[in-house]
């Protein structure tokens, strides 16, 4: 099992939609999650982090984070063809010395 | 710096060439990370050192890969006799301190073996 799972897609909504994306971890002791945005081509940007169970919004954005099932996801509302990009989850693993690992990303295509 | 910098950010090495990949973390920055992302897939765990400490090295694909700190500041990502399989993308992310903070990517370093 990874550490970092995700679902590598391609998803594709409409434009206007909510896009779901969502993530599991294995080591329970993680206390630290990001999502980060990439582009094709260029280098992953930090969009979210969550660190405490529950949701946290910013603008379009919901990280959730239900830390009894480990499990993360992003919420992006009003999704627009400039969020097309691929979606990393990543999480800080307490147990193995507090490495930061990723998983392999959900492509997210959004459709005018 | 204003962000984390990443030299050279093409390289294209012959097989068998040894090659050195420099990082410049933000200023301050406590924690570094290096990564190696193949296409279409998420960023590899290489590598990780806390100021000038290496604390983890278990990504490290074989020992042709070497990776210092010397000063806590820039880091260097080296591999030796490098082989086709090497071809990918290189990333070094700092974050300020250790554990519960977001850490920041440079640009990357596409490395191409012919």
């Known amino acids: 099992q990874k550490e970092v799972e995700q679902n590598s897609g391609p998803l594709s909504v409409p434009e206007g939609a909510i896009a779901s994306l969502n993530c599991t971890y294995s080591?329970?002791?993680?206390?630290?999650f990001f999502w980060y945005r990439q582009y094709s081509g260029k280098s992953p940007e930090l969009i979210m982090s969550?660190?405490?169970?529950g949701d946290k919004e910013d603008g379009r954005f919901t990280a959730q984070l239900n830390k009894a099932s480990q499990y993360v996801s992003l919420l992006i509302r009003d999704s627009q063809p400039s969020d097309s990009a691929t979606y990393l989850c990543?999480?800080?693993?307490?147990?193995?010395?507090?490495?930061?690992?990723f998983g392999q990303g959900t492509e997210l295509s959004v459709k005018p | 710096g204003a962000g984390v910098s990443q030299s050279p950010r093409y390289k294209v090495a012959k097989r068998g060439q040894d090659v050195a990949l420099r990082c410049d973390p933000i200023s301050g920055h406590v924690s570094l990370f290096w990564y190696q992302q193949a296409l279409g897939q998420g960023p590899e765990f290489l590598t990780y050192f806390q100021n000038e400490a290496q604390l983890d090295k278990s990504g490290l694909p074989s020992d042709r890969f070497f990776a210092e700190r010397p000063e806590g500041s820039v880091s260097t990502l080296k591999i030796q006799r490098t082989q086709q399989e090497d071809s990918a993308v290189y990333l070094c992310?700092?974050?300020?301190?250790?554990?519960?903070?977001?850490?920041?990517f440079g640009q990357g370093t596409r490395l191409t073996v012919v």
């Open positions: 992310a700092s974050s300020p301190r250790q554990g519960n903070t977001e850490a920041f």
């Open positions: 990543a999480a800080i693993l307490y147990n193995q010395g507090g490495k930061l690992i």
């Open positions: 969550i660190y405490s169970n």
């Open positions: 080591d329970r002791g993680s206390q630290s």
